[in-house]
């Protein structure tokens, strides 16, 4: 007997395709419609702003459900030539534990090799800040082969301890 999309629950991947978006409005409008779903991560006003207008000229790609709806993008930046760095991840909260951030970090990475990068980084809460949410963030970039490099206490701000997270390419 085959089990329905209710039983498989989370864990059941979706049928995503990754697109390239190069229109700057895009990226900003995709970029705060995901966000803005994601208060537990992006609930700093001034901070999500600051991604939306920061996306518009990084390159960017946004998972496409069936449907052709966006449930998800990524973001990236290249420092020193050789170093890429993921600087914003989102995906709809119905759709966390799907596959979606998984295949939108490999697209990154593969425009990050192609790019001639050797390393990607990624900056999330530490773990001293003890946030549930952020314990699973750390978990998945974990899962995808991200290991912990440093936290920064003072790169945000005293609350928000910063952890600088790294793999190889």
Same mark, same amino acid.
């Given at each position: 007997?085959?089990?329905?999309?209710?039983?498989?629950?989370?864990?059941?991947?979706?049928? $995503?395709?990754?697109?390239?978006?190069?229109?700057?409005?895009?990226?900003?409008?995709?970029?705060?419609?995901?966000?803005?779903?994601?208060?537990?991560?992006?609930? %700093?006003?001034?901070?999500?702003?600051?991604?939306?207008?920061?996306?518009?000229?990084?390159?960017?790609?946004?998972?496409?459900?069936?449907?052709?709806?966006?449930?998800?993008? %990524?973001? $990236?930046? %290249?420092?020193?030539?050789?170093?890429?760095?993921?600087?914003?991840?989102?995906?709809?909260?119905?759709?966390?534990?799907?596959?979606?951030?998984?295949?939108?970090?490999?697209?990154?990475?593969?425009?990050?090799?192609?790019?001639?990068?050797?390393?990607?980084? $990624?900056?999330?809460?530490?773990?001293?800040?003890?946030?549930?949410?952020?314990?699973?963030?750390?978990?998945?970039?974990?899962?995808?082969?991200?290991?912990?490099?440093?936290?920064?206490?003072?790169?945000?701000?005293?609350?928000?301890?910063?952890?600088?997270?790294?793999?190889?390419?």
């Amino acid at each position: 007997m085959l089990k329905s999309d209710a039983d498989l629950g989370r864990n059941m991947e979706v049928d $995503v395709s990754i697109v390239e978006i190069k229109d700057s409005n895009k990226k900003s409008q995709f970029a705060e419609e995901i966000l803005r779903r994601l208060p537990e991560w992006f609930g %700093i006003e001034k901070a999500l702003i600051e991604y939306v207008n920061c996306v518009a000229s990084l390159p960017f790609w946004i998972a496409l459900s069936r449907d052709g709806r966006c449930i998800g993008f %990524i973001s $990236v930046k %290249i420092h020193y030539g050789h170093t890429g760095d993921i600087y914003a991840l989102g995906v709809l909260p119905e759709y966390h534990r799907r596959g979606i951030g998984r295949l939108l970090v490999a697209k990154a990475e593969e425009y990050l090799k192609n790019n001639n990068c050797k390393y990607i980084i $990624v900056k999330t809460l530490s773990e001293m800040a003890e946030y549930e949410p952020y314990e699973r963030t750390r978990k998945f970039y974990r899962s995808v082969g991200f290991e912990e490099l440093i936290t920064l206490t003072e790169m945000w701000d005293s609350e928000n301890p910063c952890l600088i997270m790294i793999k190889k390419l």
